[in-house]
């Protein structure tokens, strides 16, 4: 248990961020627990005491009924409030320590794209994000508060007994001491595996499932989709089995704590009846020690719970940590260093010396490769399929470390810091990406922070010079809802989004770079020829490197390099 402890221990230290708010649900917590445990028992000293002076018309005139009365009301408004508080307070801490842990994930995976990340899978990356770090939220509320409630409440009761009586209270002391000594441990070994287990196999499951629903055209096409519906009933027989499993253990943990709720009990009232009848300890007393006893149980519940949850707990912050704790193949500085402002004569100047490259698990792809552009100049890259073309474009924009040497404005690449490398160019990659946004929203991401935003007006001229004016209406196109992956427009409209993109970027006057990856595949020869016009018209005063295997792009360059595999 010490283990997992230890590597649940830099969540736990994330709380820290958020003290104040867990410091004030737990002691609202504690506050409802000591609210439960005193009208319990001062209603069960009420009743019998009551009882009793009612014997006689004596005992019943003198007998205070008020000050009682007005201790059980008390006790359950604060119980009341002290429940809604506790649960309102620990809910807004728990939302907002997910929330800081989504961001710290977040910021740990953005800087491993895409050379750390290419062992995990998409769908195994979301998994983790989403449903490893909501398996975390329980780690204060179903872990740490109820321990720390269990142990107050545990020594709230001692402390009273033994106000009363000495042998109850030393019997509550052993018997509560072990409970909360050896619960956790025992039922974290009973559910540690299943649990594990029950992370895993359910993680394999959504990955199934995201394959299934995002590749149904393909699997439809190829017949395929009676075998992934297959794999996925295996992975949902799987989770079904651990699931039972971790039940069994649940059902086992209420029955212990039943049986051992049933037998402190009748071990405090026998002791109790011992004491009346050796030091005359009152029935009203006797009966209060049971229920507080009753009472300080409900704390003592959700221990095997929390315990047995550990090990599901511990695999999924686990599984966090391989992927945060992974060091970026490709580190920038946090500011530029030595670059400064590229005289005229070298801005725009891009050079690559003895570049060798190789993907992991693959042959080389690039040996001693050399290039050189100079400013303002127009160069296409020509090639057989693999030959390292598109390689070239991703180290240029150091999404991938690479031996050799690449000059930027007559500094090296790696001497750049992230933002002002992004500045300096406008990359057009092969593969256009679309976030589930409006298309305003997937326009302006092509913005920096420095430069002014677009009018919705200049965004509707682009819009009508790549030819996208189509889509909507005038008064709706910006605020179209894209979809998933732009699932809603063809492939020619996604890449005319992605040139527009570029024609966003090259308007910053920092920009003197410009990448294309195939900046024409898919359209049609009329749509080509005019999207090659207007980057003809934009690449004034930048530098232009294209990958392409269509002839009239050429029409972009001064000069064709042939890249050899």
């Given at each position: 248990m010490f283990e997992a402890l230890r590597d649940l221990w830099p969540y736990l230290r994330l709380t820290g961020h958020y003290g104040g708010r867990f410091t004030a649900g737990y002691l609202l917590a504690l506050a409802t627990l000591v609210a439960s445990v005193g009208l319990l028992a001062l209603s069960g000293w009420f009743i019998t005491a009551t009882a009793i002076a009612g014997l006689s018309v004596a005992t019943a005139q003198v007998f205070n009924f008020f000050t009682p009365g007005a201790g059980v009301r008390g006790f359950s408004i604060a119980r009341t409030a002290g429940r809604y508080g506790e649960r309102i307070v620990t809910h807004d801490a728990t939302f907002h320590l997910l929330a800081g842990l989504r961001v710290w994930f977040f910021e740990k995976v953005e800087p491993l794209a895409p050379a750390g990340l290419r062992r995990f899978r998409q769908g195994d990356l979301l998994n983790r994000l989403v449903a490893d770090i909501d398996t975390l939220d329980g780690l204060y509320l179903r872990l740490i508060s109820p321990l720390m409630l269990a142990v107050m409440a545990s020594l709230a009761l001692v402390i009273l007994s033994v106000i009363f009586t000495t042998d109850v209270a030393l019997f509550l002391a052993v018997v509560l001491g072990v409970i909360v000594l050896v619960l956790?441990?025992?039922?974290?070994?009973?559910?540690?595996?299943?649990?594990?287990?029950?992370?895993?196999?359910?993680?394999?499951?959504?990955?199934?499932?995201?394959?299934?629903?995002?590749?149904?055209?393909?699997?439809?096409?190829?017949?395929?989709?009676?075998?992934?519906?297959?794999?996925?009933?295996?992975?949902?027989?799987?989770?079904?089995?651990?699931?039972?499993?971790?039940?069994?253990?649940?059902?086992?943990?209420?029955?212990?704590?039943?049986?051992?709720?049933?037998?402190?009990?009748?071990?405090?009232?026998?002791?109790?009846?011992?004491?009346?009848?050796?030091?005359?300890?009152?029935?009203?007393?006797?009966?209060?020690?049971?229920?507080?006893?009753?009472?300080?149980?409900?704390?003592?519940?959700?221990?095997?719970?929390?315990?047995?949850?550990?090990?599901?707990?511990?695999?999924?912050?686990?599984?966090?940590?391989?992927?945060?704790?992974?060091?970026?193949?490709?580190?920038?500085?946090?500011?530029?260093?030595?670059?400064?402002?590229?005289?005229?004569?070298?801005?725009?100047?891009?050079?690559?010396?003895?570049?060798?490259?190789?993907?992991?698990?693959?042959?080389?792809?690039?040996?001693?490769?050399?290039l050189t552009l100079e400013p303002n100049e127009r160069v296409a890259l020509t090639g057989p399929t693999g030959c390292g073309k598109s390689t070239i474009l991703q180290l240029l924009s150091r999404d991938w470390p690479c031996d050799g040497q690449i000059m930027l404005n007559d500094s090296l690449l790696d001497s750049y810091s992230e933002s002002d490398l992004r500045r300096q160019m406008a990359v057009m990659p092969q593969r256009i990406h679309l976030f589930s946004a409006t298309l305003r929203d997937n326009l302006l991401m092509a913005c920096t922070p420095e430069m002014p935003k677009p009018?919705?007006?200049?965004?509707?001229?682009?819009?009508?010079?790549?030819?996208?004016?189509?889509?909507?209406?005038?008064?709706?196109?910006?605020?179209?809802?894209?979809?998933?992956?732009?699932?809603?427009?063809?492939?020619?409209?996604?890449?005319?989004?992605?040139?527009?993109?570029?024609?966003?970027?090259?308007?910053?006057?920092?920009?003197?770079?410009?990448?294309?990856?195939?900046?024409?595949?898919?359209?049609?020869?009329?749509?080509?020829?005019?999207?090659?016009?207007?980057?003809?018209?934009?690449?004034?005063?930048?530098?232009?490197?294209?990958?392409?295997?269509?002839?009239?792009?050429?029409?972009?360059?001064?000069?064709?390099?042939?890249?050899?595999?």
């Open positions: 956790p441990g025992l039922f974290y070994r009973l559910g540690s595996k299943p649990g594990d287990n029950l992370a895993r196999t359910r993680g394999v499951l959504r990955t199934r499932l995201l394959d299934f629903v995002s590749g149904q055209t393909e699997l439809h096409l190829s017949g395929a989709t009676g075998r992934y519906r297959a794999r996925i009933e295996e992975a949902e027989q799987q989770v079904f089995n651990d699931e039972q499993r971790i039940a069994s253990v649940t059902g086992f943990s209420l029955f212990l704590v039943t049986l051992l709720t049933g037998v402190t009990v009748a071990g405090v009232l026998w002791l109790g009846i011992l004491d009346k009848e050796t030091t005359g300890l009152a029935g009203p007393l006797v009966v209060m020690l049971v229920l507080a006893t009753l009472a300080a149980f409900e704390a003592i519940m959700p221990l095997p719970g929390a315990f047995q949850m550990l090990g599901q707990t511990r695999r999924s912050a686990a599984r966090l940590t391989e992927v945060a704790e992974q060091k970026p193949a490709v580190v920038f500085p946090r500011a530029s260093q030595g670059t400064g402002e590229p005289d005229i004569l070298s801005a725009g100047r891009l050079e690559l010396t003895g570049i060798h490259f190789t993907y992991p698990t693959s042959d080389p792809v690039l040996q001693n490769f050399n009018s919705d007006e200049s965004l509707l001229e682009l819009l009508e010079e790549v030819r996208l004016s189509h889509i909507a209406p005038e008064a709706e196109l910006l605020d179209i809802w894209l979809g998933a992956a732009g699932q809603s427009l063809s492939g020619g409209e996604q890449r005319r989004i992605g040139l527009a993109r570029v024609l966003l970027r090259m308007r910053d006057p920092e920009c003197r770079f410009v990448l294309l990856d195939e900046p024409t595949e898919g359209l049609d020869p009329d749509t080509e020829g005019r999207m090659i016009a207007v980057l003809n018209e934009e690449l004034l005063g930048k530098t232009l490197l294209v990958v392409t295997h269509r002839p009239a792009a050429l029409e972009l360059v001064e000069r064709i390099v042939a890249v050899s595999s």
